[in-house]
């Protein structure tokens, strides 16, 4: 998993626990230089001494729902770097209400302002990347298994992360002639930040281990791993996959 020489964005950490740190530990150790985004004001004093821990110099607000500020991240790295090797986007959000109830009863706004969020944004940040992935590359996203089966309290969120699964594929048709590849990482349930929202989540974790293969939880290490081979030349013929990290729960019935 050599990334020497590679230049890579990361978007989505909001601490030490999060997905995006331990995919963006892994791209460092690789040997990556990463531009690393934070959401807020609130949320930079716990990101930026992360990124800089990591070496990053370009650390940027990034909130895809303020007008500009996803632009803003692509124009400093044009600027900066002139190329990008890889993306990863790891955000999602839905409103608690909507989130925490049934989806026959969600709300327009909750619904479009998820999907905004956790699905739309991708897609404007790999029309943001390609051209400045002249030499090919890799885009990743961050899904999870209730795309794709009901899992209880998980609600709203399924068709959500569906179509981002569903965006993973038409993208790598789309951008696989330009050597593009896209990929979405399937965790299995990991316990940061964004998951303590999903009502009952000890219950999953617990049911998941109890249930897995491997009789255990993947870590934020583990989907790190994945996610530094994808971006790597290793991994060139790869493309539009979901790829699970999760000990093998998904294959149970």
Known sequence: MNLANKKGLVVGIANDDSIAYGCARAFRDAGADLAITFLNAKAEPHVRPLAESLGSTIVMPCDVRQEGQVEAVFERITA??????????????????????????????????????????????????????????????????????????YNMMGPVKAALESSVRYLAAELGVKGIRVHALSPGPLMTRAASGIGHFDALLTRAKERSPERMLASIEDVGNVAAFLASDGARSLTGNVEYIDAGYHIMA
């Open 80 to 153: 900066e770097w002139g190329k990008l090797d890889f993306v990863l986007h790891s955000i999602a959000f839905a409103p608690k209400d909507d989130l925490q109830g049934r989806l026959v009863d969600c709300s327009r706004e909750g619904f479009a302002m998820a999907m905004e969020v956790s699905c739309h944004s991708f897609i404007r940040m790999a029309r943001l990347a390609e051209p400045l992935m002249k030499d090919g590359g890799c885009l990743q996203t961050v899904t999870f298994f209730g795309s794709e089966r009901v899992v209880e309290h």
